[in-house]
T-cell receptor, first 113, second 112 residues
Framework: KAGVTQTPRYLIKTRGQQVTLSCSPISGHRSVSWYQQTPGQGLQFLFEYFSETQRNKGNFPGRFSGRQFSNSRSEMNVSTLELGDSALYLC????????????FGPGTRLTVL | QKEVEQNSGPLSVPEGAIASLNCTYS??????FFWYRQYSGKSPELIMSIYSNGDKEDGRFTAQLNKASQYVSLLIRDSQPSDSATYLC????????????FGTGTRLKVLA
């Protein structure tokens, strides 16, 4: 089974720009979660989508948004980029149910200059 | 505020020794518990999941869960230099919907 894929792997943007990241989950997985990872803050939960609906949301400003398509692929968007948005953005997919494990993609490294 | 706490380390152990990593969590209704390994510059990789009290073994790894004391631990037997990484503990809470909370990780160094 193919794993979680994320594109692009690396991005360099300047302050004020916007960015869109993409995630394709493991085949059959309907839940996609997004995380931001920085050295100082660790893994911070952004949001989770399940069957095209946002099911959970973390404590991030409205500049961070996402969506999920009918094929379970997900995108997240960050508008008006700030220097502090520089981070590794990770996508994780899981099946349905309370015990289902999350599997991470390779991540997108975003650098904001 | 639900929390998952880990000692940041680094935890240094000699090659061949047992590495013991610990994690405590704050919410008694936690459902599932996971250990991830993350090498520098890479994404987290799931290595163990545990759902009920007791021990679960998988190769050189043993996860231990004690819900009464609200801790989960990971033992790595016969530690190898390739085990040097950051180990993340994750807890899945049922708060209407299921949410994962991650600890900040423990850095393990296995000395050859």
């Amino acid at each position: 089974k193919a794993g979680v894929t994320q594109t692009p792997r690396y991005l360099i943007k300047t302050r004020g720009q916007q960015v869109t990241l993409s995630c394709s989950p493991i085949s059959g997985h309907r839940s996609v979660s997004w995380y931001q990872q920085t050295p100082g803050q660790g893994l911070q939960f952004l949001f989770e989508y399940f069957s095209e609906t946002q099911r959970n949301k973390g404590n991030f400003p409205g500049r961070f948004s996402g969506r999920q398509f009918s094929n379970s692929r997900s995108e997240m968007n960050v508008s008006t980029l700030e220097l502090g948005d520089s981070a590794l953005y990770l996508c994780a997919s899981s099946g349905a149910g309370q015990n289902n494990e999350q599997f991470f993609g390779p991540g997108t490294r975003l650098t904001v200059l | 505020q639900k929390e998952v706490e880990q000692n940041s380390g680094p935890l240094s152990v000699p090659e061949g020794a047992i590495a013991s990593l610990n994690c405590t969590y704050s919410d008694r209704v936690s459902q599932s518990f996971f250990w991830y390994r993350q090498y520098s510059g890479k994404s987290p990789e799931l290595i163990m999941s545990i759902y009920s009290n007791g021990d679960k073994e998988d190769g050189r790894f043993t996860a231990q869960l004690n819900k009464a004391s609200q801790y989960v631990s990971l033992l790595i037997r016969d530690s190898q230099p390739s085990d040097s990484a950051t180990y993340l503990c994750a807890v899945n809470y049922n708060s209407g919907t299921y949410k994962y909370i991650f600890g900040t990780g423990t850095r393990l160094k296995v000395l050859a």
